[in-house]
């Protein structure tokens, strides 16, 4: 049985079947319509077709070789331009400059002091004993100087240093107005 040949070579070798071959009237068709063309273009009867700028629609712009607003922008370009029309530029940079935290203030003082709020150029930082509260207030100068360099001048003019939260003694709805609180009644 002899092997079949390779779809490749078997249709460069075999001949075109009746269905190849083109349709005789269709192309005679071709022809004359081809020959019709060249006579009408050799007396100037064919001109050629001139190609007329759109009008400009109630002043949009069209598309140029130069860039505009409405090709792709960067991400952070448009982001840019986002927060300053919507005056948000301070406000990002204090957020930036509170997840940097650690870096800026250092590591120690960072696990015990943490920002919290930022509001009218004053910084709010609580802290996590009341020794820490002292020695962040004997470094709110050095503090605000550093913020003013990484955020700019003006930005941070106080920072306001908080203790812990101290626990309520409140416990109930009768309480006394003036009471010092629990003590020690136990001998």
Do not use: F
Not at 48 to 71: E, L, M, Y
Not at 78 to 106: C, K, N, S, Y
Not at 146 to 169: A, C, F, I, K, M
């Amino acid at each position: 049985m002899p092997e079949p040949p390779d779809s490749a070579e078997s249709d460069l070798e075999s001949d075109p079947g009746p269905e190849a071959e083109h349709d005789k009237q269709g192309l005679d068709l071709a022809k004359s319509l081809a020959g019709r063309l060249k006579q009408q273009a050799a007396k100037g009867g064919i001109k050629p077709v001139k190609r007329r700028r759109r009008p400009r629609i109630d002043g949009a712009q069209i598309s140029s070789a130069r860039p505009d607003d409405r090709d792709p922008q960067k991400l952070t370009n448009t982001l840019g331009r986002l927060m300053r029309d919507q005056g948000w530029e301070v406000d990002v940079a204090v957020h930036g400059v509170m997840a940097r935290w650690p870096t800026i203030v250092g590591r120690e003082m960072a696990e015990h002091c943490k920002p919290e709020s930022y509001e009218d150029t004053v910084l709010t930082v609580r802290t996590s004993s009341t020794a820490w509260a002292t020695q962040l207030k004997l470094l709110a100068p050095d503090l605000v100087r550093r913020l003013n360099t990484e955020l700019g001048d003006g930005t941070v003019t106080r920072v306001n240093v908080q203790g812990p939260h101290t626990p309520s003694w409140r416990k109930g709805p009768r309480t006394i107005r003036g009471g010092r609180g629990p003590r020690d009644t136990y001998g």
